[in-house]
T-cell receptor
């Protein structure tokens, strides 16, 4: 069975600080996908990134970066120079390939508050 | 392109009433998913469809819940009779598949906030 753990329930930082959100996953499949979604206070779920299990190259998109390490089953998300607009709940999710691959398993989410 | 469209955005009704939630997926997406979000259980998959056919409904909590997808551009999630514990945010998501599985990320609608009194 697949499982995603986001150990940090809440994080509070001051604007311009860097912050890393942790995500650890469990799966028995060798082919899988990892995702990050953002849920701002307005409630919608916004897709941020998808990585497949064969691509461990880290990715950077503006102030966002992701560190995927299969050796530790982690897919961490870093926001550089955080801004108040980054305040949201962030979800890490896992999808296994194959016929069951449609099932997204979400972590519990990390509530990030960026204070001015 | 329009995103996933859900209606209504908010629904407040009394226990025992029938509730119908609606979803229009992104055009061209052949997978449609219904999720429920609660404080206690987080985000959980209820059911998903591929090419309008239900594939996995193991997440549907009980027989009071039913979902249909009569065509590629419309799906409903129905609760009858509704109970206070069904209060939650219900999300619909869609994605494009390839080779028998979704190959693209799931894109979510804005959700329906359901309150059962």
């Amino acid at each position: 069975a697949q499982k995603v753990t986001q150990a940090q329930t809440e994080i509070s930082v001051v604007e311009k600080e860097d912050v890393t959100l942790d995500c650890v996953y469990e799966t028995r499949d060798t082919t899988y996908y990892l995702f990050w979604y953002k849920q701002p206070p307005s409630g919608e779920l916004v897709f941020l990134i998808r990585r497949n299990s064969f691509d461990e190259q880290n990715e950077i998109s503006g102030r966002y970066s992701w560190n995927f390490q299969k050796s530790t089953s982690s897919f961490n998300f870093t926001i550089t120079a955080s801004q108040v607009v980054d305040s949201a709940v962030y979800f890490c999710a896992l999808s296994e390939a194959g016929t069951s691959g449609s099932r997204l398993t979400f972590g519990e989410g990390t509530q990030l508050t960026v204070n001015p | 392109d329009a995103g996933v469209i859900q209606s209504p955005r908010h629904e407040v009704t009394e226990m025992g009433q029938e509730v119908t939630l609606r979803c229009k997926p992104i055009s061209g997406h052949d997978y449609l998913f219904w999720y429920r979000q609660t404080m206690m259980r987080g985000l959980e998959l209820l059911i998903y469809f591929n090419n309008n056919v239900p594939i996995d409904d193991s997440g549907m909590p009980e027989d009071r819940f039913s979902a249909k997808m009569p065509n590629a551009s419309f799906s409903t999630l129905k609760i009858q009779p509704s109970e206070p514990r069904d209060s939650a945010v219900y999300f619909c998501a869609s994605s494009r598949g390839f080779g028998g599985a979704p190959s693209q990320p799931q894109h979510f609608g804005d959700g329906t906030r359901l309150s059962i009194l």
